[in-house]
Protein backbone atom coordinates (compact mmCIF):
# COMPACT_ATOMS: atom_id res chain seq x y z
CA UNK A 1 0.00 0.00 0.00
CA UNK A 2 1.30 3.60 -1.23
CA UNK A 3 0.05 6.52 0.50
CA UNK A 4 0.42 10.40 -0.51
CA UNK A 5 -0.61 13.14 1.07
CA UNK A 6 -1.05 16.62 -0.62
CA UNK A 7 -1.60 20.14 0.32
CA UNK A 8 -1.07 23.22 -1.50
CA UNK A 9 2.58 23.97 -0.49
CA UNK A 10 3.81 20.80 1.03
CA UNK A 11 5.52 22.78 3.58
CA UNK A 12 2.89 23.35 6.31
CA UNK A 13 0.12 20.45 6.44
CA UNK A 14 1.05 17.41 3.93
CA UNK A 15 4.53 17.15 5.31
CA UNK A 16 2.97 16.60 8.71
CA UNK A 17 0.33 14.46 7.77
CA UNK A 18 3.25 12.09 6.10
CA UNK A 19 5.05 12.47 9.80
CA UNK A 20 2.29 11.47 11.67
CA UNK A 21 0.44 8.26 8.90
CA UNK A 22 4.53 7.15 9.32
CA UNK A 23 4.15 7.13 12.75
CA UNK A 24 0.55 5.78 13.68
CA UNK A 25 1.22 2.88 11.11
CA UNK A 26 4.99 1.88 12.81
CA UNK A 27 2.62 2.10 16.08
CA UNK A 28 0.14 0.06 14.57
CA UNK A 29 3.05 -2.90 12.57
CA UNK A 30 1.18 -1.49 9.45
CA UNK A 31 4.13 -1.73 6.79
CA UNK A 32 2.82 0.89 3.91
CA UNK A 33 4.83 3.61 1.90
CA UNK A 34 3.94 7.38 2.87
CA UNK A 35 5.44 10.46 0.85
CA UNK A 36 4.13 14.24 0.89
CA UNK A 37 3.69 16.76 -1.95
CA UNK A 38 2.28 20.21 -3.15
CA UNK A 39 0.34 21.32 -5.81
CA UNK A 40 2.39 23.95 -5.94
CA UNK A 41 5.87 24.41 -6.59
CA UNK A 42 6.69 27.61 -4.98
CA UNK A 43 8.62 25.60 -1.97
CA UNK A 44 10.28 22.62 -4.10
CA UNK A 45 13.48 21.48 -2.34
CA UNK A 46 12.81 23.04 1.26
CA UNK A 47 12.19 21.62 4.56
CA UNK A 48 8.93 21.68 6.02
CA UNK A 49 7.76 25.16 7.66
CA UNK A 50 9.42 25.38 11.44
CA UNK A 51 6.34 25.61 12.98
CA UNK A 52 5.02 22.59 11.38
CA UNK A 53 8.46 20.62 12.66
CA UNK A 54 7.80 22.57 15.78
CA UNK A 55 4.39 21.09 16.47
CA UNK A 56 5.69 17.35 15.59
CA UNK A 57 8.99 17.38 17.83
CA UNK A 58 6.22 18.27 20.27
CA UNK A 59 4.38 14.81 19.93
CA UNK A 60 7.74 12.84 19.27
CA UNK A 61 7.77 12.70 15.52
CA UNK A 62 10.80 14.19 13.24
CA UNK A 63 9.75 15.39 9.92
CA UNK A 64 13.08 17.84 9.48
CA UNK A 65 14.46 15.48 6.59
CA UNK A 66 11.20 15.94 4.55
CA UNK A 67 11.66 18.07 1.33
CA UNK A 68 8.85 19.71 -0.67
CA UNK A 69 8.05 18.49 -3.80
CA UNK A 70 5.36 19.07 -6.41
CA UNK A 71 2.00 16.76 -7.32
CA UNK A 72 2.84 15.26 -10.71
CA UNK A 73 0.58 13.69 -13.09
CA UNK A 74 3.30 10.21 -13.25
CA UNK A 75 1.67 10.01 -9.14
CA UNK A 76 -1.49 8.47 -10.11
CA UNK A 77 0.70 5.06 -11.17
CA UNK A 78 2.77 5.14 -7.77
CA UNK A 79 0.30 5.75 -5.50
CA UNK A 80 -3.07 3.71 -4.74
CA UNK A 81 -4.75 6.77 -1.92
CA UNK A 82 -3.96 10.27 -2.22
CA UNK A 83 -5.09 12.31 0.29
CA UNK A 84 -5.64 16.25 0.13
CA UNK A 85 -6.51 18.65 2.52
CA UNK A 86 -8.80 21.27 0.86
CA UNK A 87 -11.45 21.30 -1.63
CA UNK A 88 -9.06 23.31 -4.19
CA UNK A 89 -6.73 20.29 -3.54
CA UNK A 90 -9.10 17.97 -4.49
CA UNK A 91 -9.57 20.10 -7.74
CA UNK A 92 -6.39 20.22 -8.78
CA UNK A 93 -4.91 16.83 -7.89
CA UNK A 94 -7.88 15.13 -9.90
CA UNK A 95 -7.81 17.82 -12.95
CA UNK A 96 -4.64 15.96 -13.64
CA UNK A 97 -5.80 12.64 -13.42
CA UNK A 98 -6.52 10.64 -16.72
CA UNK A 99 -8.99 7.77 -15.98
CA UNK A 100 -11.72 8.16 -13.74
CA UNK A 101 -10.06 5.05 -11.42
CA UNK A 102 -7.15 7.06 -11.20
CA UNK A 103 -9.72 10.30 -9.74
CA UNK A 104 -11.10 7.90 -7.28
CA UNK A 105 -8.03 7.16 -5.67
CA UNK A 106 -7.83 10.71 -4.32
CA UNK A 107 -9.97 11.68 -0.96
CA UNK A 108 -10.61 14.78 1.19
CA UNK A 109 -8.35 13.42 4.56
CA UNK A 110 -11.47 14.55 6.97
CA UNK A 111 -13.88 12.23 5.26
CA UNK A 112 -11.81 9.50 6.80
CA UNK A 113 -13.34 10.93 10.27
CA UNK A 114 -16.43 12.87 8.82
CA UNK A 115 -17.61 10.92 6.10
CA UNK A 116 -19.09 12.55 3.58
CA UNK A 117 -18.70 15.89 4.76
CA UNK A 118 -16.02 17.43 2.00
CA UNK A 119 -14.41 19.13 5.59
CA UNK A 120 -11.05 20.79 4.98
CA UNK A 121 -7.60 21.03 6.89
CA UNK A 122 -7.88 24.92 7.50
CA UNK A 123 -4.19 26.00 6.11
CA UNK A 124 -2.29 27.14 9.22
CA UNK A 125 0.72 29.07 6.55
CA UNK A 126 -0.56 32.43 7.71
CA UNK A 127 -2.12 32.10 10.93
CA UNK A 128 -0.20 31.56 14.85
CA UNK A 129 0.78 28.27 16.22
CA UNK A 130 -2.22 26.98 17.70
CA UNK A 131 -3.29 26.74 14.00
CA UNK A 132 -0.42 24.42 13.79
CA UNK A 133 -1.51 22.11 17.12
CA UNK A 134 -5.15 22.21 15.60
CA UNK A 135 -3.99 20.63 12.39
CA UNK A 136 -1.61 18.12 13.79
CA UNK A 137 -4.78 16.91 15.86
CA UNK A 138 -7.55 16.93 12.90
CA UNK A 139 -3.85 14.67 11.25
CA UNK A 140 -3.27 12.63 13.99
CA UNK A 141 -7.45 11.29 14.13
CA UNK A 142 -7.27 11.20 10.31
CA UNK A 143 -4.41 9.11 10.27
CA UNK A 144 -5.59 6.79 12.84
CA UNK A 145 -8.37 6.23 10.40
CA UNK A 146 -6.66 5.63 7.52
CA UNK A 147 -4.40 2.92 9.40
CA UNK A 148 -7.55 1.17 10.63
CA UNK A 149 -9.10 1.41 7.57
CA UNK A 150 -5.96 -0.35 5.69
CA UNK A 151 -5.90 -2.70 8.59
CA UNK A 152 -9.62 -3.58 7.98
CA UNK A 153 -8.82 -4.21 4.17
CA UNK A 154 -6.25 -6.87 5.03
CA UNK A 155 -8.69 -8.97 7.14
P1 LIG B 1 0.57 24.09 2.98
O1 LIG B 1 0.59 25.63 3.40
O2 LIG B 1 -0.26 24.01 1.71
O3 LIG B 1 -0.13 23.43 4.13
O4 LIG B 1 1.99 23.66 2.81
C1 LIG B 1 1.02 26.66 2.54
C2 LIG B 1 2.36 26.96 2.46
C3 LIG B 1 2.77 27.99 1.65
C4 LIG B 1 1.86 28.74 0.94
C5 LIG B 1 0.52 28.42 1.02
C6 LIG B 1 0.10 27.37 1.81
N1 LIG B 1 2.28 29.82 0.14
O5 LIG B 1 1.43 30.50 -0.43
O6 LIG B 1 3.50 30.05 0.01
Same mark, same amino acid.
Given at each position: ???????????????????????????????????????????????????????????????????????? +? !? =?? %????? *????????? $??? #?????? +? !? =?? %????? *????????? $??? #???????????????????????????????????
Amino acid at each position: MKVLMVCLGNICRSPLAEGVLKETAKREGLDIYVDSAGTAAYHAGERPDRRSQEVARKHGIDISNQRARQFE +R !E =DF %ALFDR *IYVMDKSNY $DDV #VSLADT +R !E =DA %AKVEM *ILNTVYPGK $DLS #VPDPYYGGNDGFEKVFQMLDNSCKKVVETILAEKQ
